[in-house]
């Protein structure tokens, strides 16, 4: 069975971009994680949920997407913004390593490394929020 109370949306990319629509549309939605999405700005109202922004290097304060700085200002709830160096828009999904096992460079950060830094992240964030605590 599903536990309705304790769900999250993670998406990369266009996934990511959904994210806050999502839970602004959808109250099962407890918290979310964009990975190296855009995010559509300016949004009908701000968000009171976790979030976890996590992006390639060009996805800074003060960057060239402004949209996470425009978003970051309308969350109102836990949020953090982490930023990984040595990475693209594709490392935080399993092309990393699978590139990695086919000798095919694509980030300068080891596919392995990627693939473990974005699973404890994501993890310990959907740990942190929806997990009970004791």
């Known amino acids: 069975m599903i536990d309705t109370d304790r769900v999250a949306m993670v998406g990369h990319s266009a996934g990511g ?16 994680v964009n990975m190296d999405g855009n995010f559509r700005y300016p949004h009908p109202k ?6 976890l922004m996590l992006g390639k290097p060009s996805h800074v304060p003060g960057g060239p997407d402004p949209t996470w700085d425009d ?8 949020k953090r913004w982490l930023t990984v160096d040595s990475t693209e828009h594709t490392s935080f999904t399993d092309v990393a390593p699978l590139a990695k ?17 974005t699973r404890a992240y994501v993890t ?11």
């Open 17 to 32: 971009f959904s994210t806050i629509p999502a839970l602004l549309s959808d109250a099962r939605l407890k918290a979310a």
């Open 71 to 78: 978003t970051w200002r309308e969350l109102t709830g836990w």
């Open 46 to 51: 701000p968000l009171n949920r976790p979030m």
């Open 124 to 134: 310990a964030f959907v740990d942190r929020h929806l997990r009970p605590q004791n």
């Open 101 to 117: 096992q086919l000798n095919i460079p694509l980030q300068d950060l080891d596919g392995d490394r990627c693939d473990a830094l």
